[in-house]
């Protein structure tokens, strides 16, 4: 460690270093600040933001009137100098667009002015007597490390005098490795200077601050703490938390030993205030609108009987309800709509839940999470959308009726098929009274029953009636055995609404179509009038296997270690314990050793254990290799295998140590020989413990490579009360078994041999939506080319976000693509179709295509191109899609033209690389954003700025790089703040280009 000041905060900084007494500190800062008050008003302070060198040719026109005072970083220094002359270079540099401030200090710190109370200062603190440091001091008048006796009067006459080196001392610091540093102050200002010099020596570091401005100071503290002991920061804990708090004596009470209860504010609020809506419950205290209600079988009884697999499940219809009734809080609009609806999650009912709907007034987004009302289980998401309202009702929402043709269909039956499905629906959920088919349109007449929805106005769209409308689309699902009525809603495109329904809608189903384990419908609710009510537009309800794996839980990985312990610690002696020892190798050495430490100790061998023993030790080591053999295992595994079977009948709890030397895989970084046959004997005493749980078993694992130490190493185990149930010694240290969790990154990958069990071409295809986990290679069919084709042998395919999406079921369009994988891919052409010149069989090349992710493809000869020499396959497989996005955004959509300036966000991806160099191919000037440790990768490649892509700091980059005026065009692939940010950025009639569409706020 080591530790720097900046300016005053030297004086700190030396006291902290200890060289410094306090009354010496107290003694400087006095003097100091009566110094600095002598030359108030006279000269004026400025931030500017150029470098060292350029701030002198500025400087040098006004001939000593203006000086450099601190170098904060390469770019970031501090003026001082008259008023006048600061105020006019201000100006100046902001004409030029760069960043200029003049700050709010009448003073003339580290500068000539100061000249004039050096005498009386020196005088002042002539007493200061500077002493050895206990911590490495990096002075920022000089720039190195100095000693503590080296601090004396005349060093801080220097630090008020002289410019502020602070970038040469971060710089300092980094050549010594320090790569942490933590700024002790009451809000971050250094950070950001210590951040450009890390991004300009091309280091990777950590920046914190210990308080913020406006925040509680503890938690601010404790939160620094926090992220400095993940980045494998040594805390000193004792200095938080000094040990158990003394106890005092307090006169005895006589307890009447009654229960009171106490309450939760979220609790309180839902019992004494009324509810705003039947299912959303008491609005919450704070900025953005969120609504806190108790939902379950006791507090809303009708959703009983809304049943999936016997359970009762909270219906999609009542997220759906929930969420209209969240946008219309507060909206006087007459009409709201939904979008993206999404229910990842099922609800189950066996128990009430407390349910929390919020919304993103910014985003306009609503999230529905949801947690078990007793217990400390963390909230879970389990439905959101997008939403926006109107003033008017849809164009698309018409009057209709019901068309004289339509066919009946039994009502009774279609609830038959349900219930052989799972989908179980109780009086108050039997709301379909009649159906019919008309043509591929199915229409139905849904009711409540008296009583059973609250006063209309409360409601939006009763669970029980849109739930009607969700079975009538289920009617539309083809009669099969394999896959009768077998689906739950998962997402919705879009849902209308008008007006609440009044105990009676009409209903018609449309667009109906059956995809794999995906079935599509749009829905529309009218009044028996033929008024419309809502609709849901592009309900898509998936088959409920694939439901139930799509709204469960990630199941987490977990992986055995070896972890490092002390062993606890050691009892005197053993109180008498009596111990059998078993095994020929202890040569009574071992029974030796635990008599002397008053543990009882009875040799024998494994076959005569007696029938009463309640603590057994077996003795595995040999003290010799020998190879393994399948003879030799199961000779090895034989007398404890009987020993087990005779545990089996045992009368009391039994402790069983087995102690081996080998039999478990050494610790990273300290591989050693395994015997097998001892491995095998750990691997049967875990069975033992598993089956014969009144049998404590216990694995020491001694070091092969140390025999010496054996009885020692028994010894202390046996005496400590440590309770490890595998141990393991190497090299004088102590290891314990631990399950840790296991992290997908870490995994390597495994590839999956096609060839070998396809005798035909194939590609790669997943199960169904979302089923990363279940991709598999299909065969593919053999057909003809067709006019303009061309056949190519796939040698590299490129993967891109596309494909990860369809992985992961969030690709927002064309669902028949969701199956398969790859856009772009480099290969050699098979055969081409008559009167395709272009290319050649035999011939290398690249070409889009989807579904390329295989070892045949067919194209139209259009999307292929010869592949460039100098490529291999795998760098012609990532060209495409990246160029091609990047030449129809700025020459197609944004037509960015010579001399105008463009944005790109992310610049240093795949597309934003591209798009640079698109954009510099016309003309343009290129400004990106990307993390720090890019940034010079980025100007290296023509970029003319670059700026922090996680921060908002890029508005004032840009607006300074472009003097104030902005730019052309956005090459957006952010959302939220940064996009709404970025558009401020446009000049006049210039416009945005987007990425990810899908994360863009509808704002």
């Given at each position: 460690a080591?530790?720097?000041?900046h300016s005053?905060?030297?004086?700190?900084?030396?006291?902290?270093?200890g060289a410094?007494?306090?009354?010496?500190?107290?003694?400087?800062?006095v003097?100091?600040?009566r110094?600095q008050?002598r030359?108030?008003?006279?000269?004026?302070?400025?931030?500017?933001?150029?470098?060292?060198?350029?701030?002198r040719?500025l400087l040098?026109?006004?001939?000593?009137?203006?000086?450099?005072a601190?170098?904060n970083a390469p770019?970031?220094?501090t003026?001082?100098?008259e008023a006048?002359a600061?105020?006019e270079l201000?100006a100046?540099?902001?004409?030029?667009g760069?960043?200029?401030r003049?700050?709010?200090?009448p003073?003339?710190?580290?500068?000539?002015a100061?000249?004039v109370?050096?005498?009386?200062?020196?005088?002042?603190?002539?007493?200061v007597?500077?002493?050895?440091?206990?911590?490495?001091?990096?002075?920022?008048?000089?720039g190195g490390?100095?000693a503590?006796?080296?601090?004396g009067?005349?060093?801080?006459w220097?630090n008020?005098?002289q410019p502020?080196?602070?970038?040469?001392?971060?710089?300092?610091?980094l050549s010594?490795?320090?790569?942490?540093?933590v700024?002790?102050g009451?809000?971050?200002?250094?950070?950001?200077?210590i951040d450009?010099?890390?991004?300009a020596?091309?280091?990777?570091?950590?920046?914190?601050?210990t308080?913020?401005?406006?925040?509680?100071a503890?938690?601010c503290v404790?939160?620094?703490?926090?992220?400095?002991h993940?980045r494998g920061v040594?805390?000193?804990?004792?200095?938080l938390?000094?040990?158990?708090?003394?106890?005092?004596p307090?006169?005895?009470?006589?307890?009447q030993r009654q229960r009171?209860?106490?309450?939760?504010p979220?609790?309180?609020a839902?019992?004494?205030?009324?509810?705003?809506h039947?299912?959303?419950?008491?609005?919450?205290?704070?900025?953005?609108?969120?609504?806190l209600?108790?939902?379950?079988?006791?507090?809303?009884?009708?959703?009983?009987?809304?049943c999936?697999?016997?359970?009762?499940?909270?219906p999609?219809?009542?997220?759906?309800?929930?969420?209209l009734?969240?946008?219309?809080?507060?909206?006087?609009?007459?009409?709201?709509e939904l979008s993206?609806?999404?229910f990842?999650?099922l609800?189950?009912l066996d128990h009430?839940a407390?349910?929390e709907?919020?919304?993103?007034?910014?985003?306009?987004?609503?999230?529905i999470c949801a947690?078990?009302?007793t217990?400390e289980?963390e909230?879970?998401r389990?439905?959101?959308?997008r939403?926006?309202?109107?003033?008017?009702?849809?164009?698309n929402?018409?009057r209709r009726?019901?068309?004289s043709e339509?066919?009946?269909?039994?009502?009774?039956?279609?609830?038959?098929?349900f219930?052989?499905?799972?989908h179980?629906y109780?009086?108050?959920?039997?709301t379909?009274?009649w159906?019919?088919?008309?043509?591929?349109?199915?229409w139905?007449?849904?009711a409540?029953?008296?009583?059973?929805?609250?006063?209309?106005?409360?409601?939006?769209?009763?669970?029980?009636i849109l739930?009607?409308?969700?079975?009538?689309?289920?009617?539309?699902?083809?009669?099969d055995?394999?896959r009768?009525?077998?689906?739950?809603?998962?997402?919705?495109e879009?849902?209308l609404w008008?007006?609440p329904?009044?105990?009676?809608?009409?209903?018609?189903?449309s667009?109906?179509?059956?995809?794999d384990?995906?079935s599509?419908?749009?829905?529309?609710?009218?009044?028996?009038?033929?008024?419309?009510?809502?609709?849901?537009y592009?309900?898509c309800c998936l088959?409920?296997?694939?439901?139930?794996?799509?709204?469960s839980?990630?199941a987490?990985?977990?992986r055995?270690?070896?972890?490092?312990?002390?062993?606890?610690?050691t009892?005197i002696?053993?109180?008498?314990?009596v111990?059998?020892v078993?095994?020929?190798?202890?040569d009574g050495?071992?029974s030796?050793a635990?008599?002397?430490a008053?543990?009882?100790?009875v040799a024998?061998g494994?076959s005569?254990?007696?029938?009463d023993a309640e603590?057994i030790?077996?003795?595995a080591w040999?003290?010799?290799y020998?190879?393994?053999?399948?003879?030799?295992v199961?000779d090895?595994?034989?007398?404890?295998?009987?020993?087990?079977q005779?545990?089996?009948?045992?009368?009391?709890?039994v402790?069983?140590l087995?102690?081996?030397a080998g039999?478990?895989?050494?610790q990273?970084?300290?591989?050693?020989?395994v015997?097998?046959?001892?491995?095998t004997?750990?691997?049967?005493?875990r069975?033992?413990?598993?089956?014969?749980?009144?049998?404590?078993?216990?694995?020491?694992?001694?070091?092969?490579e140390?025999?010496?130490?054996?009885?020692?190493?028994?010894l202390?185990?046996?005496l400590?009360?440590?309770?490890?149930s595998?141990?393991s010694?190497?090299?004088?240290?102590?290891?314990?078994q631990?399950?840790?969790?296991?992290?997908l990154?870490?995994l390597?990958?495994r590839?999956?041999?096609?060839r070998?069990?396809?005798?035909?071409?194939?590609?790669?295809?997943?199960?169904?939506?979302?089923?990363?986990?279940?991709?598999?290679?299909v065969?593919?069919?053999?057909?003809?080319?067709?006019?303009?084709?061309v056949e190519?042998?796939?040698?590299?395919?490129g993967l891109n976000?596309r494909?990860?999406?369809k992985?992961?079921d969030?690709y927002?369009l064309?669902?028949?693509?969701?199956?398969?994988?790859?856009?772009e891919?480099a290969?050699?052409?098979?055969?081409v179709?008559?009167g395709?010149t272009?290319?050649a069989?035999?011939?290398a090349?690249?070409?889009?295509a989807?579904?390329?992710?295989?070892?045949?493809?067919?194209?139209h000869?259009l999307?292929?191109?010869?592949k460039?020499a100098?490529?291999?396959?795998?760098?012609?497989?990532?060209?495409?899609?990246?160029?091609?996005?990047a030449?129809?955004?700025?020459?197609?959509?944004?037509?960015?033209?010579?001399?105008?300036?463009?944005l790109?966000?992310?610049a240093?991806?795949?597309?934003?690389?591209?798009?640079?160099q698109?954009a510099?191919?016309?003309g343009?000037?290129?400004?990106g954003t990307?993390?720090?440790?890019k940034?010079?990768?980025?100007?290296?490649?023509?970029?003319?700025?670059?700026f922090h892509?996680?921060?908002l700091?890029f508005?004032?980059?840009?607006?300074?790089?472009?003097?104030?005026q902005?730019v052309?065009v956005?090459?957006?692939?952010?959302?939220?703040?940064?996009?709404?940010?970025?558009?401020?950025?446009?000049?006049?009639?210039?416009?945005p280009?987007?990425r990810?569409?899908?994360w863009i706020s509808?704002?």
């Amino acid at each position: 460690a080591c530790i720097l000041g900046h300016s005053l905060g030297e004086i700190a900084a030396a006291h902290i270093a200890g060289a410094l007494s306090e009354q010496d500190v107290a003694d400087l800062i006095v003097e100091r600040s009566r110094a600095q008050e002598r030359t108030r008003g006279a000269w004026r302070m400025a931030a500017i933001g150029v470098s060292e060198d350029e701030a002198r040719e500025l400087l040098a026109p006004y001939r000593g009137a203006i000086h450099i005072a601190a170098v904060n970083a390469p770019t970031q220094l501090t003026l001082t100098g008259e008023a006048a002359a600061v105020e006019e270079l201000a100006a100046t540099l902001a004409e030029r667009g760069r960043f200029a401030r003049v700050l709010p200090l009448p003073y003339a710190f580290h500068s000539p002015a100061m000249d004039v109370v050096r005498d009386d200062f020196l005088s002042a603190v002539s007493h200061v007597g500077a002493r050895a440091s206990t911590i490495p001091y990096l002075s920022t008048v000089t720039g190195g490390e100095l000693a503590g006796e080296a601090l004396g009067p005349d060093y801080w006459w220097r630090n008020l005098r002289q410019p502020v080196q602070f970038a040469a001392a971060v710089r300092n610091a980094l050549s010594r490795g320090h790569r942490t540093f933590v700024e002790i102050g009451p809000s971050p200002s250094l950070v950001r200077y210590i951040d450009e010099i890390l991004a300009a020596e091309h280091v990777a570091g950590t920046t914190l601050g210990t308080l913020k401005r406006d925040a509680p100071a503890v938690q601010c503290v404790l939160e620094s703490v926090a992220k400095l002991h993940v980045r494998g920061v040594a805390v000193q804990w004792e200095r938080l938390s000094t040990g158990d708090a003394p106890h005092q004596p307090f006169p005895t009470y006589p307890w009447q030993r009654q229960r009171f209860w106490t309450e939760s504010p979220d609790a309180r609020a839902l019992r004494l205030s009324g509810p705003s809506h039947p299912l959303l419950g008491t609005r919450k205290r704070g900025a953005n609108p969120a609504w806190l209600s108790d939902i379950g079988p006791h507090t809303h009884a009708f959703l009983g009987d809304h049943c999936v697999d016997d359970r009762a499940v909270f219906p999609a219809a009542g997220y759906v309800e929930l969420l209209l009734a969240a946008v219309a809080q507060g909206s006087k609009e007459s009409a709201l709509e939904l979008s993206d609806v999404r229910f990842e999650r099922l609800l189950w009912l066996d128990h009430t839940a407390l349910v929390e709907t919020a919304m993103d007034e910014r985003a306009r987004t609503v999230e529905i999470c949801a947690k078990p009302a007793t217990g400390e289980a963390e909230w879970q998401r389990h439905a959101r959308a997008r939403a926006r309202v109107s003033d008017r009702p849809d164009r698309n929402l018409r009057r209709r009726c019901i068309p004289s043709e339509a066919r009946e269909i039994d009502v009774d039956a279609l609830y038959a098929r349900f219930a052989r499905s799972g989908h179980g629906y109780g009086p108050q959920f039997r709301t379909l009274r009649w159906a019919a088919a008309a043509g591929t349109d199915f229409w139905g007449r849904i009711a409540v029953e008296a009583g059973d929805a609250a006063v209309p106005s409360q409601w939006y769209l009763h669970p029980a009636i849109l739930d009607g409308a969700l079975q009538l689309a289920l009617a539309s699902v083809p009669m099969d055995e394999e896959r009768d009525a077998k689906y739950l809603p998962v997402h919705i495109e879009r849902v209308l609404w008008v007006r609440p329904a009044h105990g009676e809608v009409l209903c018609r189903v449309s667009n109906v179509h059956h995809q794999d384990v995906r079935s599509y419908a749009d829905i529309e609710l009218f009044t028996p009038a033929g008024e419309p009510v809502a609709a849901m537009y592009g309900s898509c309800c998936l088959r409920k296997e694939q439901a139930y794996r799509l709204t469960s839980s990630p199941a987490s990985l977990y992986r055995e270690e070896w972890a490092e312990t002390e062993g606890g610690s050691t009892r005197i002696g053993g109180d008498g314990e009596v111990w059998v020892v078993c095994g020929s190798s202890t040569d009574g050495a071992l029974s030796a050793a635990m008599t002397a430490a008053r543990l009882r100790a009875v040799a024998c061998g494994l076959s005569d254990v007696p029938p009463d023993a309640e603590r057994i030790i077996v003795c595995a080591w040999t003290g010799e290799y020998v190879e393994p053999s399948a003879e030799t295992v199961l000779d090895a595994d034989w007398p404890l295998m009987q020993l087990a079977q005779s545990l089996t009948a045992h009368p009391r709890p039994v402790r069983l140590l087995l102690v081996t030397a080998g039999a478990t895989w050494g610790q990273p970084g300290m591989a050693s020989r395994v015997d097998l046959q001892q491995a095998t004997l750990a691997a049967l005493l875990r069975t033992i413990a598993t089956e014969l749980p009144h049998v404590q078993c216990r694995l020491l694992d001694l070091d092969p490579e140390t025999p010496q130490q054996h009885i020692a190493q028994t010894l202390r185990e046996l005496l400590s009360d440590a309770h490890e149930s595998e141990v393991s010694h190497r090299r004088g240290l102590r290891f314990a078994q631990r399950i840790g969790l296991q992290q997908l990154h870490e995994l390597s990958p495994r590839l999956l041999p096609a060839r070998r069990t396809l005798q035909a071409d194939f590609h790669l295809q997943s199960a169904g939506p979302g089923n990363v986990d279940e991709l598999h290679w299909v065969e593919s069919l053999a057909a003809p080319l067709g006019e303009g084709e061309v056949e190519i042998e796939v040698r590299a395919a490129g993967l891109n976000f596309r494909d990860v999406l369809k992985g992961l079921d969030l690709y927002p369009l064309n669902p028949a693509e969701a199956r398969t994988f790859g856009d772009e891919f480099a290969g050699i052409v098979r055969r081409v179709a008559p009167g395709v010149t272009s290319v050649a069989p035999g011939e290398a090349v690249v070409a889009v295509a989807p579904g390329c992710f295989g070892s045949l493809v067919r194209v139209h000869s259009l999307l292929v191109a010869p592949k460039p020499a100098r490529l291999t396959f795998e760098e012609a497989a990532s060209i495409p899609i990246a160029f091609l996005t990047a030449e129809y955004a700025l020459n197609d959509l944004a037509r960015l033209a010579a001399g105008e300036t463009v944005l790109i966000h992310a610049a240093a991806g795949g597309v934003g690389l591209a798009a640079v160099q698109v954009a510099q191919r016309c003309g343009a000037t290129v400004l990106g954003t990307a993390s720090p440790e890019k940034h010079h990768f980025l100007l290296e490649s023509g970029v003319a700025h670059a700026f922090h892509s996680r921060e908002l700091s890029f508005i004032d980059g840009v607006r300074a790089a472009t003097g104030g005026q902005g730019v052309d065009v956005v090459l957006n692939s952010l959302s939220g703040e940064f996009l709404e940010r970025s558009l401020e950025l446009l000049k006049p009639l210039s416009g945005p280009v987007f990425r990810s569409t899908p994360w863009i706020s509808p704002s």
